[in-house]
């Protein structure tokens, strides 16, 4: 069922210029062709009983609820199936319509449960509400025959329970499996009487197919299958329209509320970004903002071998404050500095950069992005003129070609995978270019015409080979490029990739991707009629990063695929708000909206409105603050929900810095891997505890809306103007409202963004200014944002990290669907039942050269260092590429990362790591001491609450 | 390329500065790729950071700095006051 605010109107909306009137129980209602009947009743609020009927799915005619009667028509069809027609004439109740839907109400309520007070539906469910709508009084079949009501039921996952018993076998799971979400896990097994949903080869959900995405719960019309917060707390009594804080999809969710008490999140049907879908993280995996791992006081100590001590929040603010001024008088101004992360809102990370660059008198201030997807930015913006993607994700369904590269968007980006693959269904044709056999290469219903299978480190000679292959077969799309680009970067790019040396022929020794290959996908997205470029962290995260950025903005360029639904360059952004964390300057060499500060007139704006004279250098980016720091010149750093002690490379680089600062002051939910380093720790608040906005990978400003109190005291953006005014920048926000309110003052691609515009539009892709008062759903149409697109030189530079004989492999990581980056907040979740620990993938063939099976300790060494994993043996990598995640602090995965990074953005290149596997049977001994390190700060923070009490 | 040593361990600026002309040295005319060079190292790059790849090479020679690199920091040394501008590779964001 949808939301208990949610109106469902039967079936699908259809997109349709062309208009029918016709005439239902004589209200004449007017409606897109191809709407249905159901549907054009329903907006005239005629609401005909239904059951497998919902308007997330298409329409399915099995229940036989929903029967009307047609002039001209035979019997009596099916509302739900039967499209409007110029004219119609229907008629939706009648003695003979009424005596069918009670009979149809018989049947089903002869085999279901009466238990409708106890039932967890109770109030909000399809079933009882079709037997009162149509008077059902008796069920002459009695309940004394066979029946379904002992069938067992499922409660493997831990999130729903499948309830058999219930079931009408509406097909509705069964179709938002195969429909919305794509797996198609569920089926309905038997016939007749016999019919059962049934997941996989009838296993229980949490042995099948099933990503637990809830789609089928969000279907079902009963409490067949009812989510498990549903069942303990019962119905919710109003709801909040909020956004996700994980991924870069941003869906909008309905949180429905008890009090301030979250009973489940539902999808909002009208989510821009998603459409009524969502994952198993934003959907379920919300109990991380309820943990008893919270930290809820401010605590502080002087060294972080001291216990930690709880104050009051004045305390820890004064003592912050003081310590960062000690420091600065010091060491120089230059010696603080502040990081931002996704967690943060747009109107958080806006404040923090202010703090940075009017409070502190310096621009060190960096963000998440910097580790993810600061290439995209620099390729981006240099090629095409704006730092973003191009396209919104509806855009994907008039792609005709999809070309996916270094992404694996059913893990990183779930809800807009299903999206794309209703497209690959529909028959649009995929390209993926990945190391691994990623699941998008082979799954139901869908097979990428090419698996471009590169070695990790040699995007950007593969790009360079396929856009060979668009110049020397005369794929160029010369027109588009004559118009629109800049005709010396052209003529320049064009000789230098048509180059021998650029062929596939050439290319092949390098990237180990057969010409062939090469050519014909090469040949595919180049005749496309659309071609969109999907790309993700396996495209920034290498020494060519940015590099290989242009090289993807050349290739779309070059085959006209910019300025239109249906193409694009679309960068897919990993987090729920790096994107705004960008956009609102929290780089070191950047205003909000992309600006130099060295730019006079763009810093003479905001020294005017900030009251203060700004720096006109850039400062430090975060991997310069560790090596500033290892220096003795850079000594306190405020960060805001970034945890870098995970999440960045070498890891023991990145600690040896942290413990030579002076302040850490860390403002999260937990004491994560940084905070350990910390010496100030201010309680952070979820997403469920602030009002803001997040912008997603869409360019897509929405709201997040509080539901509950910060458990800390203060919201995020409260805190940081605590410490402002401490530190003697005074701030005065009443409302984030007023804060978005001078961000659209200064920043000419936010003008027109405020939080009564968001109300009013649900969402806004920017830019939104006079000249796109609603926003902009795809850039670059008629021109480049810089006027003329610029092609750039992407000459092949290989990776300094070189496989020998003593590191022979190469080790590259990714994500799961079931955790989130460093886990913080999916870990403290159930979701552990999917993902409980990083392993190491390793070929079969690598694996037996090492005497390695599954499940085998495996330590793994780098020139960085090394750690231990178990291994998964399997085929999804190639022979001399070993693969893992990170979402496990004590996993060390980045202990092996190197500090190898983008030329350009410094962005740290995760997926190519020279290694070795070897069979081993303990931990390592930088996980040996990581793990006493880790217990010791545990007991510091628990002596806390004991020290404050004296 | 390696980050490392942007702070004291000036050789690592001298990587990052040889990672930096590896996309350069592409440009036809070496002018170009010389200012492309010190463009991206004005518009990146600390003061400090330049202070003491400077300072590294005075006292160690250019040994390992590349030479269109090398004639970067020449050409920022030599003109301390002129800004960076956008229209050149160079526009680091998110």
Not at chain 1, 614 to 621: I, K
Not at chain 1, 622 to 631: S, T, Y
Request: proline share 5%.
């Amino acid at each position: 069922m949808l939301s208990i605010v949610e109106h469902d109107y039967g079936t699908p909306h259809r997109d349709n210029a062309k208009l029918v009137t016709l005439t239902i129980d004589g209200r004449e209602v007017t409606v897109p062709e191809g709407t249905s009947v159901m549907r054009a009743a329903a907006l005239t609020d005629i609401n005909i009983p239904k059951l497998c009927a919902t308007e997330q799915l298409e329409a399915f005619g099995s229940c036989r609820l929903c029967l009307v009667q047609i002039e001209g028509m035979k019997g009596l069809p099916a509302s739900c199936t039967t499209p409007v027609a110029q004219g119609m004439k229907v008629r939706t109740q009648n003695k003979q319509i009424a005596d069918v839907r009670r009979g149809v109400m018989e049947l089903y309520i002869s085999d279901h449960p009466l238990d409708c007070l106890t039932c967890p539906a109770n109030g909000h469910c399809e079933l009882q509400d079709m037997a009162g709508a149509v008077g059902l009084r008796e069920v002459r079949y009695g309940y004394a025959g066979a029946n379904h009501l002992s069938a067992p039921k499922d409660t493997s996952n831990p999130y729903f329970t499948f309830d058999a018993s219930k079931c009408i076998v509406c097909s509705r799971c069964v179709r938002a499996c195969d429909e919305q979400q794509g797996t198609l896990a569920l089926t309905i097994q038997g016939r007749g009487f016999d019919s059962t949903v049934a997941a996989s080869q009838n296993v229980s959900f949490m042995e099948s197919e099933c990503v637990s995405c809830g789609a089928c719960v969000q279907a079902c019309p009963t409490a067949t299958l009812s989510e498990n917060t549903l069942i303990a707390k019962g119905q919710a009594e109003h709801s909040v329209t909020t956004t996700c804080a994980y991924c870069g999809v941003g869906c909008s969710f309905r949180a429905e509320m008890q009090g301030e008490d979250v009973v489940r999140m539902v999808p909002n049907q009208d989510g821009h970004a998603n459409h009524g879908h969502s994952c198993v993280k934003g959907r379920f995996a919300i109990g991380y903002a309820t943990h008893p791992d919270r930290i809820l006081k401010p605590m502080i100590r002087q060294k972080i071998s001291d216990p930690w001590r709880e104050v009051s929040w004045e305390e820890a603010i004064g003592h912050a404050a003081s310590e960062l001024k000690r420091i600065q008088a010091k060491y120089g101004r230059n010696s603080i500095g502040g990081i931002t992360s996704s967690r943060c809102t747009n109107e958080e990370t806006y404040l923090v950069q202010k703090l940075v660059r009017a409070g502190f008198g310096n621009n060190n201030v960096d963000t998440c992005a910097r580790v993810c997807h600061s290439p995209t930015g620099y390729g981006l913006k240099n090629t095409m003129g704006e730092s973003a993607g191009t396209q919104n994700f509806d855009s994907v369904m008039k792609a005709d070609v999809i070309f996916v590269i270094g992404a694996n968007p059913t893990d990183g980006h779930p809800v807009f995978a299903s999206q794309m693959k209703r497209r690959l269904r529909q028959g649009a044709h995929l390209i993926v270019a990945d190391p691994r056999g990623i699941d998008l290469v082979r799954s139901p219903h869908i097979q990428a015409d090419h698996h471009l299978k590169l070695r990790p480190g040699t995007n950007v000679a593969l790009i360079n080979s396929i856009a060979h292959v668009i110049v020397t077969e005369g794929l160029v799309k010369e027109e588009f490029v004559r118009e629109r680009c800049e005709a010396p970067s052209f003529e320049k790019w064009r000789r230098f990739i048509a180059q021998p040396y650029n062929s596939p022929e050439a290319m092949q020794e390098i990237t180990g991707v057969p010409a062939s290959e090469v050519r014909a996908a090469a040949r595919l997205y180049g005749t496309a009629g659309n071609g969109a470029i999907y790309y993700g962290l396996g495209v920034t995260e290498h020494s060519q990063g940015s590099t290989m950025v242009m090289g993807i903005a050349n290739l779309a360029m070059a085959t006209g695929n910019i300025g239109r639904e249906g193409v694009g360059v679309n960068p897919l952004r990993g987090q729920n708000n790096v994107q705004g964390s960008c956009d609102m300057g929290s780089f070191p060499h950047e205003f909000p909206g992309y600006r130099h500060v060295s730019d006079d007139s763009v810093r003479a704006q905001f020294e005017h409105a900030w009251g203060v004279q700004l720096q006109g250098e850039p400062g430090l980016r975060i991997p310069n603050m560790f090596e500033a720091a290892l220096d003795g010149e850079f000594k306190g750093l405020y960060i805001e929900g970034e945890d870098i002690a995970q999440s960045d490379p070498n890891t023991q680089h990145v600690t040896a810095a942290l413990q030579s600062m002076e302040c850490i002051i860390v403002q999260d939910l937990f004491l994560n891997e940084s905070a350990k380093f910390a010496h100030v720790f201010l309680p952070g608040s979820s997403f469920l505890e602030k009002d803001g906005t997040f912008t997603n990978a869409e360019r897509r400003i929405s709201r997040v809306r509080k539901v509950m109190q910060p458990k800390g005291g203060y919201a995020d953006w409260e805190v940081t103007q605590l410490l402002a005014n401490a530190v003697g920048y005074p701030m005065s926000y009443a409302h984030p409202g007023e804060i978005m309110d001078e961000i659209a003052h200064l920043t000419p691609t936010f003008t027109g963004v405020s939080f009564a515009r968001l109300d009013e539009l649900g969402s806004i892709q920017w830019p939104c200014n006079a000249a796109h008062p609603d926003g902009t759903p795809t850039m670059h149409v008629g021109e480049f944002v810089r006027g003329k697109g610029k092609f750039l030189v992407t000459e092949y530079v290989p990776t300094n990290e070189k496989v020998n004989a003593k590191y022979p492999l190469i080790l590259t990581t990714g994500r799961i669907l079931s955790q989130y980056n460093v886990g913080a907040q999916t870990r403290r979740t159930e979701n552990n039942r999917w993902h409980a620990e990083d392993r190491l993938e390793i070929h079969p063939h690598d694996a037996e050269e090492r005497g390695i099976v599954e499940g085998d300790w495996v330590g793994v060494e780098s020139r960085a260092g090394e750690t231990v994993l178990r291994a998964r043996v399997t085929e999804r990598v190639q022979p001399g590429v070993v693969y893992t995640t990170f979402h496990f602090p004590e996993s060390g995965a980045n202990v092996i990362t190197t500090e190898n990074s983008d030329w350009a953005t410094n962005c740290p290149e995760y997926k190519v790591t020279a290694v070795q596997a070897t069979r081993v049977t303990q931990p390592s001994e930088w996980q040996k001491r990581f793990r006493e390190f880790s217990e010791n700060q545990e007991a510091l923070l628990k002596s806390a609450g004991a020290v404050a009490a004296k | 390329m390696s980050g490392e040593g942007h702070g004291g361990n000036a050789e690592h600026l001298v990587q990052m500065a040889n990672d930096i002309g590896n996309f350069f040295r592409s440009e036809p005319e070496r002018k170009d790729a010389i200012a492309g060079i010190a463009n991206h190292i004005a518009k990146f790059w600390t003061p400090r950071m330049r202070e003491k790849l400077n300072a590294h090479l005075k006292a160690h020679g250019a040994d390992g700095l590349d030479e269109l690199p090398l004639a970067a920091l020449q050409s920022l040394a030599a003109n301390p006051s002129v800004k960076p501008h956008e229209e050149a590779p160079g526009g680091d964001a998110g």
